[in-house]
């Protein structure tokens, strides 16, 4: 049996959380604050259905969708009210990994088989309620999606007779020996539903009761037992942690045993204190949590490489990194391309903040929109111009130019490197 997946679900309506597809009583008022928490708090993915009525509301849902994959650690499933091939583009590229296509309404069949050969079937899931859809459609969910979500209640047994595709389970049973058994079926990789939605859940709580019926629910797991570590003399080992997006150390820490399996179960780093003696997680109070990627041990089995995902500041200084103050030589990153362009979107970001007389930046935001969008137009038309003369300095600087610009308007529009970094690499 693989490991199993615990994936909150999220129903919109109105621009709020609501309770159930039927059920429009309002759960949360603040979408994005709720899709975070359960981020935080333990779930493996997110599960969001738009129950829109009309259009507008419908590319309000979409827009909230955007805005809730910027804020979250996990993978976002996003479906509901998908009429069109084109609605498909717009959930993928508001930062879902995989849009869900609902197999209930009129030719879904076909748009799937579209949306597949132009998306890649790895971005395409299916939501299914009755067996005899999947039973009828069984070869295109096999040739061209990578999930079905299916709707509890149908015969979990019959359901695998048919079909290897991974499925989630969305379910409104609140009895645990029932999640047990859905579990614990082999075809089943994720649980969803009322009961692991709910706001005060413990998730981690959960994941234990699962543990101990045999279900294994960690997305990571050692190659190696603590014990075959080199430690100190007190059983700590040290453990630099590393921007896994920029590789900038950020930090030295030290793990004992209880902190590396705390790390391991719950996704976030947790460190021993030397002075205090005791165990604490990596942003527990200030919010800048480090999510893991990756644990790399040395050739002497004596220190931790943690990759992580950093939230906010690294350092109690408020520094991105604890490695801030320069002693000897020249700063090696002063040619990263992420950081230099990190450095000026920051700076137009602060002339933006505190403007200051004279400032070209400044210029262009007391101008307006209709400016930046001119400049940005004027740039890349000078590149284009550049590209056609013999001299490829002119480009350098032309693109230099637009590159400036873009960000401008990346500010004006609250768009970060981060967020355009993130797209590129879901594409």
């Known amino acids: 049996m693989g490991y199993k997946r615990i994936i909150s679900c999220i129903f919109i309506a109105g621009q709020k959380a609501v309770k159930w597809f ?45 805005k809730i994959s910027r804020v979250i650690r996990i993978p976002m499933i996003a479906g509901g009210n998908i009429r069109k091939l084109e609605d498909v583009k717009k959930i993928l590229y508001a930062g879902a990994k995989r849009a869900l296509i609902n197999f209930s309404k009129p030719d879904s069949w076909g748009m799937t088989e579209e949306a597949a050969k132009r998306f890649g079937r790895e971005k395409i899931a299916v939501s299914l309620n009755d067996f005899d859809a999947l039973f009828k459609h069984q070869h295109v969910i096999r040739d061209y999606t990578s999930e079905i979500v299916f ?46 939605s709910q706001t005060d859940m413990d998730i981690a709580a959960f994941k234990e009761q699962c543990t101990s019926e045999g279900i294994k629910m960690t997305s990571f797991e ?73 644990l790399t041990i040395d050739c002497d089995y004596d220190t931790l490489l943690a990759c992580v995902d950093q939230i906010g500041a690294a350092c109690h200084t408020g520094n ?33 903040k505190h403007p200051k ?30 590209a056609k003369n013999p001299n490829p300095e002119e480009i350098k600087y032309e693109m230099a130019d637009f590159l400036y610009h873009a960000m401008v308007l990346m500010v004006e529009k609250g768009i970060s490197w981060e967020d355009i970094i993130k797209e590129m690499a879901d594409r």
């Open 22 to 66: 039927h059920d429009r009583e309002v759960l949360c008022e603040d979408v994005i604050e709720l899709a975070k928490t359960y981020s935080d708090n333990g779930a493996d993915e997110l599960l969001i259905f738009d129950l829109s009525d009309t259009d507008e509301e419908h590319e309000e849902a979409i827009d909230l969708m955007r």
């Open 151 to 196: 709707m509890h209640r149908l015969d979990l047994n019959s359901v695998m007779n048919v079909t290897d595709i991974p499925c989630v389970i969305l379910t409104d049973a609140m009895d645990i020996s029932e999640l047990f058994e859905i579990l614990k079926c082999p075809g089943v990789k994720g649980l969803s539903g009322k009961f692991v």
């Open 222 to 294: 050692s190659m190696m037992d603590f014990s075959q570590f080199k430690t100190n003399d007190e059983g700590l080992i040290p453990v630099i942690v590393q921007h896994y997006r920029t590789r900038k150390v950020l930090m030295l820490a030290y793990m004992n045993e209880e902190a590396f399996y705390h790390t391991i179960k719950s996704g976030r780093m947790t460190y021993y204190s030397r002075s205090r003696q005791t165990l604490w997680v990596k942003g527990e109070t200030s919010g800048h949590y480090q999510y893991v990627k990756s």
């Open 320 to 352: 991105p990194t604890c490695f801030y103050q320069p002693l000897a030589g020249t700063d090696s990153d002063e040619k990263n391309p992420l950081q230099i362009f990190e450095t000026v979107y920051d700076t137009i970001s602060d002339r933006q």
């Open 357 to 386: 007389e004279g400032s070209y930046t400044n210029y262009l935001f007391e101008k307006g929109i209709d400016k930046i969008l001119k400049k940005v137009g004027e740039e890349a038309a000078e590149i284009i111009i550049a």
